[in-house]
Every structure is written in C-alpha cells, then in structure tokens.
C-alpha cells in the first residue's frame, strides 16, 4: 500500500468507528484521538480494523506510534515491507 | 411501555417487531421505542402468542400503558405484554413517578380535540399520521371523525406514517440527564471516598495476558477495572441494590451500569449482566458490544433496568479523579480516573509508578463511611492481585 492509501484506510476505518467524524479536518500531526474524540474503546477497534484489513501485526507496546496520521503510517509502512 | 430509566414518564412507539399471531418468547424482541435516551429495544418477558397490538407506530405513551397482549400457549386468558415487562422493571421508587397525568389520557389530551367528535381508533391513527384532527371533516353521525376520514385525510396529504423520528435527541437526553440527577442530588444524602491505588502490578500483568493475543482479544484496563470493583461488591452488598420507598435492598447479582459517554454530549449507562462472574475476555466482548450499541442504537430495555450499581471510567483522556453523582434508586457510584504516572513510594524509595484515583460516591441512608472504606480498599486489594481478577 502507498503512503495516501494507508491514509485512506486510517481514516475510513475511523469514520466507520465514529460515524459523525470528518476526515477532511484529519491533519498529520495531529493526535487522532483528539481529533475525532476516540477513547480507548474506539482506539482498540481501530487496531482491530487495521489489523484485520491490512494483516499487519501491531502489538500493544507499539500502539503509541498510530497517535497521529503521519507516525501511523510510517509505521504500518515499516511494518508492510518488514 | 416499561420504564427504562429512573424518571422516563413517556416513550414513543416507532416499530413493531412482531405482528398478531405471531409466537414470541421471553427475551425476543418486540417492539423499539424512542426515550429520552435513544431508540431502546423492549423485549418480552414470557412466552406465548401475540393476540393484541394496542399502541400504534408513532404513538407516545406513557409508562405502564399496555402496548399488546400475549396469550399464553394454551392459555384462555391474554397476558399483557406491558405487565410482563412491568414485573422485570423496577417499581419508580418517587412518589411523583405515579402522577395521575400519567395515566392513559391521551385522547382528551388536547382541548381543542376533545370537543369533535372522534372515534377512538380514529384519532389512534390521527396520532400515528401526525395528523390534526381539527381538519378533517367526518363522515360518521353528527360529523362523527371516523377512521376512514382519517384515513381519507392521510391519503390526500400523500402522508403515509411518517417516518417516526428514531435516534438520540440529544437535547432530549440532557432533560432526562437533569431530571435524574437533580433527583438524585435532591434526595439522596451523598458521601464520597476516594482511594489511589498504584497499577504497576495490575498494568504490566495486563501486558503480558494481551503479549500474544489477536488485537480482537486483547483487554483494556477498563476491564480490570470493573472487575474488581464488581467483585468487591460481594464484599459488601450494601452498596449494590436500591434505595425505595424508604428501605434498602440489596440486589441479587452485580449486574454493573457502564457509564458510556456519547460523543457530541449525553451518557448512558447499560448493564453489563452478572459483572462479578464473567471471565475479562468476557467483559471485554461485553463491554465492546454495549459500548457500540449505545453509541449507534441498539439498546435494550432489559439492559437499562436491570443495573444495580454504576461504575463510570474517564478513560486515558478524562480527568485524573471522578466523583459521581448517583443513580438513584440505585445507591453507590464507583469512578475511575485517568491512569497517570507519578512519584510513588516503594519500599522506602521513590519510584514512578502508573497510578489511578478511585471513588467511591454512597449513599449515607444505607451505608456510612467506614463500610464505605472497606470496599475501596478490597478494590484496591483486588488490583495488586490481577491474575485473580
């Protein structure tokens, strides 16, 4: 996957955790869960939804690297090609 | 209509589940209303054959109305479905719940109305259209409004039942919010106790039980959370039941309100069934379904009566401490703050540990604050022993 599909997905798989959440106002510093207001029970399924589109492993230690747009995609990108 | 939470008066029937002789049985689903608190789904309570629909689509009543009738298999009498509900629901422990304005007076309910002449199912369906029964002319005996008028009427303004508005209100929930707190703030003698607990032990068993899990199966602190707060309960029952008409009872099982904030405003706070006994995967899925539902819709009836206690979490972005205001007639609040890291004193040293400010909101009619204690401190306990939880 690219770097602009990942951020698709990141953020499709948000407005379907959080329906009323825009993407259009995402930026790639930004701390998603303050972004579009997740808890810790929206950001686990969103881990879940990650994990279960993509295949990529993310354990719970690395959780803190999908905070923002930009880290998140570094990382499933780094995590894809390893 | 069962009341589904401490001060609903009224809720709006918006579907039908079931239709006339269908067979239902305890715990289907029969019917959804529109509350204060979202679209709940209202399940029956025994088993038998729908011989009666009394309420319409678009219809608001309110609480203790009969919505249909079941007849039991075999049975010659009907049962009422309302009535079956009615003995799961608590009786509304405020006098003011029994108001006579309650009672089933809908078809005088509007002056003007009132002085045409109407036959009952008429301005039933009148209701259900939304339609003003001032303008349409009736057919019947001394220009009697009968149900063909109305639905003559209904046809020409090309209205088939509107679609009855389902979802959250929010404003509406904030009535019923306010109305539930200030009656808890008005009547119930609040005490609160708070506890700070060091996680360390409790956290870093829950990296290793979630090291080598599917990210579906993995547990949140959360989890831990409830767990020992309703296990703690056993301990003392005394904070686990209701406060009615003057007298305690302590409930039967811990089955655990999980205070869900919804986004944009509002919170509910669902039960989570038997809290004490299931496993933490199980709490998880719970927690997860019941999470989902408040927030998109879906909610039981059962789900809104049946919790005998209210644990709130604020979760990684709330506050550092929470201190609840009760859910009458329910009488103890536990709250969890945010987990943050800070000094903490281990064996004579000062270490940074994760650390989590519990409280304890009680009601004073029932229990004092040494019992009070007591049960912060096992909830303490039960967290520096995780792998028991």
Redesign the interface.
């Known amino acids: 996957m690219t770097d602009e599909e990942l951020r698709r997905l990141i953020l499709e798989l948000i407005c379907e955790i ?3 959440a825009d993407p259009a106002i995402a930026r790639d510093q930004d701390d998603l ?2 972004t579009f ?1 997740l ?3 929206d950001f ?2 969103l ?2 939804a990650i ?1 279960k589109r993509t295949n990529i492993d ?4 690395d959780y803190n690297k999908l905070f923002t747009l930009k880290s998140a995609v570094a990382y499933l990108l780094a995590k894809a090609k390893a | 209509m069962p009341a589904l939470g401490a001060d609903m008066e009224a809720g709006t029937l918006v579907e039908w589940c079931v239709k006339l002789g269908d067979h239902v049985k305890s715990g289907d689903v029969i019917a959804v209303v529109e509350t204060q608190k979202g679209a709940i789904e209202v399940e029956i309570f025994a088993d038998g054959v729908v011989s009666n629909i009394l309420v319409p689509v678009g219809e608001r009543v309110p609480v203790g109305t009969v919505l249909a009738r079941i007849g039991g298999a075999g049975a010659a009498e009907a049962t009422s479905a309302a009535e079956t509900l009615a003995v799961a629901a608590r009786t509304p422990p405020s006098p003011a719940r029994a108001a006579p304005e309650f009672r089933r007076a809908q078809p005088s309910a509007a002056p003007q109305a009132s002085r045409l002449k109407v036959t009952p199912v008429a301005r039933r369906r009148a209701a259900a259209f939304r339609l003003d029964l001032a303008g349409i002319r009736g057919s019947g005996v001394e220009g009697a409004i009968r149900l063909a008028d109305v639905e003559a009427a209904a046809s020409k303004a090309s209205t088939a039942p509107p679609a009855v508005k389902r979802g959250l209100d929010l404003s509406e929930m904030r009535k019923a919010i306010a109305a539930a707190m200030s009656r808890s703030k008005r009547e119930i003698p609040h005490y609160y106790l708070s506890e700070t607990v060091d996680l360390h032990a409790a956290l870093a068993w829950l ?1 290793r039980f ?2 080598e899990k ?3 199966d ?1 547990v ?3 989890v831990l959370f409830l767990k020992a707060a309703a296990l703690a309960l056993r301990e003392q029952p005394k904070l686990n039941g209701f406060y009615e008409n003057g007298t305690f009872a302590a409930a039967e099982a811990v089955h655990v309100g999980w205070a869900v ?1 919804l ?2 405003g509002g919170l509910i706070a669902p039960a989570i069934l038997n809290a004490d006994k299931k496993s933490l995967a199980e709490l998880m899925s719970s ?2 379904d019941l ?1 989902e539902r408040a927030r ?1 819709g879906g909610l039981r009836g059962s789900e809104l009566m049946s919790p005998t206690v209210t644990v709130t979490n604020v ?3 709330g506050a550092e401490t929470v201190t609840g205001v009760i859910y009458p007639p329910q009488v103890a609040l536990v709250g969890f703050g945010r987990v943050v890291m800070r000094p903490w004193v281990v064996d004579e040293r000062i270490e940074s540990r994760p650390i989590v400010s519990i409280s304890l909101a009680a009601d004073h009619r029932v229990t004092d604050g040494h019992l009070g204690g007591l049960y912060l401190a096992a909830v303490a306990r039960l967290l520096q022993e995780p792998e028991r939880l």
């Open positions: 959080a329906p009323e869960r303050e207001d808890d810790s029970m686990a399924n881990v879940v994990h993310i354990p719970e230690a | 990296e979630n090291a599917e990210p579906i993995r949140l602190p959360a904030a986004r944009g927690m997860r999470v998109r979760g990684d972005r």
